[in-house]
């Protein structure tokens, strides 16, 4: 069965400093991974996603995130945080050879950034 | 602007009532999804469309959920004889049918008194 982890529900971090948010995922086959951010009472806004090719995978906002098949991870990353970054964050997965086209979330990891 | 939109944003009713969302999916996408979101949860799926056709149900959606896609455009998601455990933010998302990124909407927020 397909799952997502985000082991962190809140991550804190000061303005200027790079910030991590992390996810870890199960698929039976390979996956297509994707980050989407949610403001308060607002729907999902999409960041990035992984499909094949570099591991690297760069976003909106200046966000990027790291796909590392040996660990089942892909961590969301930022070399410099705003305040305005802060908001609650959801990884999720689709497994690419899957006959569904459902995507499965995490829980979501707070993003607070304080000036 | 064109992404996608819900109608309404916000629905308090009583428990027992009837209540219809719907969703009007990006222009041109063919796939069309419904989620369900309760507090401090990430979105759970419920169904799926592929321009008219229901093509995937969740066992989340018990018989009193009913949605339709009636001309492969919007979409309506219709709660009969709503709960208290029915309260919770539902999610419209669309996508291309070559296309792996789901684009949601705003949600609408559902109460049940």
């Known amino acids: 069965a397909q799952s997502v982890a985000q082991p962190e529900d809140q991550v804190n971090v000061a303005e200027g400093n790079p910030l991590t948010v992390k996810c870890t995922y199960s698929?039976?086959?390979?996956?297509?991974l994707f980050w989407y951010v949610q403001y308060p009472n607002r729907g999902l806004q999409f960041l990035l996603k992984?499909?094949?090719?570099?591991?690297l995978v760069k976003g909106s906002y200046g966000f990027e995130a790291e796909f590392n098949k040996s660990q089942t991870s892909f961590h969301l990353k930022k070399p410099s945080a705003l305040v305005s970054d802060s908001a609650l964050y959801f990884c999720?997965?689709?497994?690419?050879?899957?006959?569904?086209?459902?995507?499965?979330f995490g829980t979501g990891t707070l993003l607070a950034v304080q000036p | 602007d064109t992404g996608v939109s819900q109608d309404p944003r916000h629905k308090i009713t009583k428990r027992g009532q009837n209540v219809t969302f719907r969703c009007d999916p990006i222009?041109?996408?063919?796939?069309l999804y419904w989620y369900r979101q309760t507090l401090g949860q990430g979105p759970e799926f419920l169904t799926y469309?592929?321009?008219?056709?229901?093509?995937?149900k969740s066992r989340l959606l018990s018989d009193r959920f009913s949605a339709e896609r009636p001309k492969g455009s919007f979409s309506t998601l219709e709660i009969q004889r709503t709960e208290q455990g029915d309260s919770a933010m539902y999610l419209c998302?669309?996508?291309?049918?070559?296309?792996?990124?789901?684009?949601f909407g705003p949600g609408t927020r559902l109460l049940v008194l």
């Open positions: 998302a669309s996508s291309l049918i070559r296309g792996e990124t789901q684009y």
């Open positions: 698929v039976s086959g390979n996956p297509y």
């Open positions: 992984y499909i094949t090719g570099d591991n």
């Open positions: 999720a997965v689709r497994d690419a050879g899957g006959a569904t086209n459902k995507l499965i």
């Open positions: 222009s041109e996408h063919n796939r």
């Open positions: 469309f592929q321009n008219e056709a229901q093509l995937e």
